[in-house]
């Protein structure tokens, strides 16, 4: 039997005010495909995309019979220090609350969270998957079972579906499934989808059908191999790796983001459903505004003539962007994009997010700054743009 880290206990945060955390994780069973696939895809969809115990030590995210990412087990270990599992520990060995909707739901009592919206973590690389009808049977089995998971309260735990962009029809058909079970977010990589940028008229039926059923489009990079972009250039994930330095977070999450943001802009995907949201997730924030910059200057100098409406009205329309507490730039940041574009995330229950202590760490990054401000980048930003309810419950620790 599978021995997993300890629960963390303490008291809970004082937070006086609602929280929503737009970003967060869960660690997917190994049984997901068995449990929740059409018989006719599982054991396809289970070599296809597959987290398996190393060897040597450790797990590793699987793809189509390679390795993509070693050390996989990052993403169950909240918090804790690379040097305590990395090539040691199992992906199953991590910390509860990654894998139990109950437990999470006392973890966000700790915190004082009051609704997370729910991200994926293996099936991050769905985009990976080269057989575009596979990869439809696994979004749709996925998106089953997260709306299972998050059932043990809906209205704190929120799922963010998956869709196979890889076949933009079947998309659309995932967008539709998603719509009439109550989804408020649909997850795709910000990356090019068999050579083709997210501004490609492929994509068109996509944001149309998003747009109209008012889902929010989650731009959420993952630090792997498996689609086209910063990715094919970076030596620690390229595949022949030709470099000892391992940088991929740190590049490849926030240009990935800066790329599909300009062309989602200059590419007129914005101003054609101009009230289509969309979220750029975990890439920190501080990029926006010297990007921002730079595309307002571009179109005043009329380099891009597909659209009309500048980019910092683009922005403040329809655009928001994630940050954590950790980002030092944060209050001079507001200064310049505004307050209302800004949202904050866990990342719960991966290493590197702040766990416990999160929202605490958040709510002093951002002292000094008017409460109502504060309010508005710890759920209320976050709440508007999922259209949902937020007022602060009651989070007696389970």
Not at 64 to 70: I, K, T
Not at 72 to 93: S, Y
Not at 262 to 271: K, Q, R, S, T
């Amino acid at each position: 039997m599978t021995t997993r880290m300890a629960s963390i206990t303490g008291p809970r945060a004082d937070v006086r005010f609602p929280v929503l955390d737009a970003d967060g994780h869960v660690a997917e069973p190994h049984q997901l495909w068995n449990r929740y696939c059409d018989p006719s895809h599982r054991q396809a969809a289970t070599d296809a995309l597959a987290i398996v115990d190393l060897p040597d030590g450790g797990s590793g995210l699987m793809l189509e019979g390679r390795c993509l990412v070693r050390g996989i087990e990052a993403v169950t270990f909240a918090g804790q220090n690379p040097r305590t599992f990395l090539g040691t520990k199992r992906w199953d060995e991590g910390y509860p609350g990654a894998f139990d909707p109950v437990h999470r739901l006392r973890d966000m009592d700790l915190e004082g969270i009051d609704i997370a919206m729910v991200f994926p973590s293996m099936v991050g690389a769905l985009g990976g998957v080269s057989d575009s009808r596979l990869a439809a049977a696994m979004a749709r089995a996925y998106n089953r079972w997260i709306l299972d998971y998050c059932s043990a309260d809906p209205k704190r735990l929120l799922p963010a579906a998956v869709v196979p962009l890889q076949d933009p029809e079947a998309a659309v058909a995932e967008v539709e499934a998603v719509a009439r079970d109550g989804f408020r977010c649909v997850m795709v990589r910000p990356c090019r989808y068999h050579g083709l940028a997210h501004d490609h008229s492929d994509f068109a039926p996509f944001y149309a059908a998003c747009a109209h059923h008012g889902l929010v489009v989650g731009l959420h990079p993952f630090p792997f191999p498996d689609v086209e972009w910063t990715q094919a250039i970076l030596p620690d994930l390229a595949g022949a790796p030709s470099s000892r330095v391992v940088m991929a977070d740190m590049i490849a999450l926030p240009i990935d983001n800066m790329l599909t943001m300009a062309y989602l802009m200059f590419g007129g995907v914005c101003d054609r459903h101009p009230d289509l949201k969309f979220a750029f997730m975990e890439s920190n924030a501080t990029w926006v505004a010297p990007w921002i910059d730079r595309m307002q200057a571009r179109f005043a100098r009329g380099g891009h003539r597909l659209i009309a409406t500048p980019p910092s009205e683009i922005l403040a329309r329809q655009c928001f962007v994630s940050v954590e507490g950790d980002e030092r730039s944060l209050i001079p940041l507001l200064d310049l994009i505004g307050e209302d574009v800004l949202f904050w995330a866990s990342d719960f229950p991966h290493f590197d997010g702040h766990f416990p202590g999160a929202v605490t760490e958040a709510v002093e990054g951002l002292a000094g700054i008017p409460d109502r401000v504060t309010h508005k980048v710890l759920g209320e930003n976050a709440a508007r743009m999922f259209g949902v309810e937020l007022t602060s419950r009651p989070h007696a620790t389970r």
